[in-house]
């Protein structure tokens, strides 16, 4: 008979029980993993997929809606305020036709120059200005949860 000259034991064999004796642990401070978290170097092209993508998910509510500007956001339709059903009459004004279309036309240009980069940071600041008011002003069909989340999307970019 030949001996058996391995070593190996039932808990030799389970790789959640192996030791590694070179393996030290090191313990960190909440400020150095604060710090990494918030400071450590990261590949920035999921932020620009973002950058460039959300625009035109915003757009596909805004762009149907394009046509029906004067009824849905002017004193010339019937506008249905959010701000209004809390009892807020005068919390903010219901433009004119001429520059509800302006506005939203305004709104629609910045989120395309916001998706091609050009003055990016100023497009931001319009369209998360504009996109927010046009959507509240017609609480009934423009405010959904899509608009919803998208919006915060923008906020949070």
Same mark, same amino acid.
């Given at each position: 008979?030949?001996?058996?000259?391995?070593?190996?034991?039932?808990?030799?064999?389970?790789?959640?029980?192996?030791?590694?004796?070179?393996?030290?642990?090191?313990?960190?401070?909440?400020?150095?993993?604060?710090?990494?978290?918030?400071?450590?170097?990261?590949?920035?092209?999921?932020?620009?997929?973002?950058?460039?993508?959300?625009?035109?998910?915003?757009?596909?509510?805004?762009?149907?809606?394009?046509?029906?500007?004067?009824?849905?956001?002017?004193?010339?339709?019937?506008?249905?305020?959010?701000?209004?059903? $809390? +009892?807020?009459? &005068?919390? !903010?004004?219901?433009?004119?036709?001429?520059?509800? *279309?302006?506005?939203?036309? =305004?709104? %629609?240009?910045?989120?395309?120059?916001?998706?091609?980069?050009?003055?990016?940071?100023?497009?931001?600041?319009?369209?998360?200005?504009?996109?927010?008011? $046009? +959507?509240?002003? &017609?609480? !009934?069909?423009?405010?959904?949860?899509?608009?919803? *989340?998208?919006?915060?999307? =923008?906020? %949070?970019?």
């Amino acid at each position: 008979m030949a001996e058996h000259t391995s070593e190996t034991t039932a808990d030799d064999t389970n790789p959640r029980s192996r030791r590694r004796p070179d393996r030290r642990v090191e313990t960190r401070s909440l400020s150095e993993h604060l710090h990494d978290f918030f400071y450590a170097r990261e590949v920035p092209y999921s932020l620009a997929v973002v950058r460039i993508v959300l625009p035109w998910i915003l757009m596909i509510a805004a762009l149907p809606r394009w046509f029906h500007i004067r009824e849905l956001y002017s004193l010339d339709g019937a506008p249905a305020p959010m701000w209004e059903g $809390f +009892g807020h009459v &005068d919390l !903010l004004p219901v433009f004119s036709p001429t520059f509800a *279309v302006a506005g939203y036309t =305004l709104m %629609l240009c910045c989120l395309v120059t916001m998706s091609l980069g050009w003055r990016t940071r100023t497009s931001i600041l319009l369209a998360m200005v504009l996109y927010p008011y $046009f +959507g509240l002003t &017609d609480a !009934l069909s423009t405010l959904t949860k899509y608009t919803v *989340v998208s919006t915060h999307v =923008l906020l %949070l970019l």
